[in-house]
């Protein structure tokens, strides 16, 4: 009988990856972390910088970096590990909080932190299994989360190019207005981008709202996949006008209120 205790690296393990309810609790506790991180970018933006807010960017810096380090130490192949396009996002976001260490800001990096709250395998089955409202409208849950993230990102730039020189963009809620305006077309003129490097990120801004802002808006009140049972192969998302399963072909009596795809 093997009675040896497990290795730190295996505690650490089961924590991050384990289905219990201390593993759970972590996890959700990770995302918390994440939700403050962003209050944090958002409430700062009211106000001058500070000695204390600069210590609070490196403080959720270590605790990243700590979560960044662990889950590379814990991995099975660290270097697909670095390579995974959500870790190269946490690792961004980290350095972002820590730039002030070396006297540069990258705060518009920040938001990409983001990325990860429902990009994880594992919280996403805990986030089923535990709420069924999200079971029920993960696809609609998601794509929102999408749009934020796109929004929050494209909000952060507009505020770090144009604070301190552009007096119509003074905190996050200025430079959230301009993106917005700007993502809809509808365009009030009253903020505007100043500078050529202004100019270059409004048309930016433009482009990505005639094609990503409103196929995200369209996923989110017509998400592209119905959910529906299929009695024979048990096939669950099914194309919006399907007539039959693509698995096994049998019809599907998908319930439908007659609208055009």
């Known amino acids: 009988m093997n009675t040896a205790r497990p290795s730190l ?11 219990t309810e201390r593993s759970d609790a972590f996890r959700y506790g990770v995302v918390v972390l994440d939700l403050c991180a962003i209050l944090y970018i958002i409430v700062s933006s ?40 959500l870790n190269l996002a946490d690792a961004v976001a980290t350095l972002s909080f820590m730039s002030p260490l070396f006297g540069i800001n990258l705060s518009f990096l920040r938001v990409v932190r983001l990325v990860r709250l429902l990009r994880s395998y594992h919280v996403l089955t805990q986030l089923r299994e535990d709420f069924t409202y999200f079971k ?26 144009q604070k301190g020189s552009n007096p119509d963009v003074n905190n996050f809620l200025d430079a959230l207005y301009f993106t917005v305006t700007t993502l809809t077309t509808t365009g009030f003129g009253d903020v505007t981008l100043q500078g050529t490097s202004g100019r270059v990120l409004s048309i930016v801004i433009m482009i990505f709202g005639v094609s990503l802002f409103i196929r995200l808006i369209q996923t989110i009140f017509r998400p592209h996949k119905v959910k529906h049972m299929c009695e024979a192969c048990g096939l669950y998302y099914h194309e919006a006008d399907a007539v039959c399963c693509k698995h096994c072909g049998k019809v599907l009596p998908i319930p439908s209120d007659g609208t055009p795809v």
């Open 9 to 19: 690296k295996e505690k650490l393990r089961q924590l991050y990856y384990a289905d």
């Open 136 to 161: 029920e409208k993960e696809d609609i849950i998601v794509s929102s989360t999408n749009l934020c993230i796109f929004l929050f990102i494209m909000t952060e730039l507009v505020l770090v190019t």
């Open 46 to 85: 009211f106000f001058e910088r500070t000695h204390w807010m600069i210590a609070a960017d490196i403080t959720f810096g270590v605790l990243m970096l700590a979560d960044y380090l662990t889950r590379m130490w814990i991995a099975n192949r660290p270097l697909r590990f670095l390579i995974n396009p």
